[in-house]
């Protein structure tokens, strides 16, 4: 059964919607880039964006639905909304870690990183919320992933 989602992340881009779609979609399994609206000469005094530039791109992340829209410089990501990425495998979290990470990304605490366009992620081991609802394990669990960037699954079983 294949239903529509019915919502939908819309992230604010300056101008590089298009150019983070594509990004995105290269680091993700099934992900594609959907539709494209461009904007036109109509309403260049108002939105100041060159013709054709991208106005909204749809694009699926592991078959979710995303939209990037190309708004101009008034609103900036910040670390108040993240998008978390559960991984099954130290390799899912290094693939995603490491691509993400990559050209001008910033790494963070406790399997959080920012990307080169400025979003918030969470790469986390799906394992994360059983070693953590365990009371024998949950301080030392929590002690072990503060003490980390990108989150080990080796080390956090170990704790």
Not at 47 to 63: C, I, R, W, Y
Not at 76 to 82: L, R, V, Y
Not at 83 to 88: F, N, T, Y
Request: with cysteine; hydrophobic share 35%; net charge negative.
């Amino acid at each position: 059964m294949n239903e529509k989602q019915k919502m939908t992340i819309c992230l604010w881009f300056d101008k590089q919607g298009e150019e983070a779609a594509n990004f995105y979609t290269s680091i993700f399994k099934n992900s594609s880039i959907g539709s494209i609206s461009r904007y036109g000469k109509e309403g260049f005094e108002f939105h100041g964006m060159p013709e054709g530039t991208a106005l909204v791109v749809s694009f699926k992340l592991n078959d979710m639905n995303f939209s990037a829209l190309n708004g101009g410089p008034r609103f900036k990501f910040n670390e108040s909304m993240s998008i978390v990425v559960s991984c099954d495998t130290q390799e899912e979290i290094d693939h995603y870690w490491n691509n993400l990470t990559a050209d001008g990304g910033q790494e963070s605490q406790c399997g959080w990183l920012k990307d080169k366009y400025g979003i918030s992620w969470q790469i986390v081991p799906s394992i994360l919320g059983s070693l953590m609802s365990d009371p024998t394990k949950a301080s030392r669990v929590t002690m072990a992933f503060m003490q980390m960037k990108k989150m080990d699954i080796e080390t956090l079983k170990n704790a």
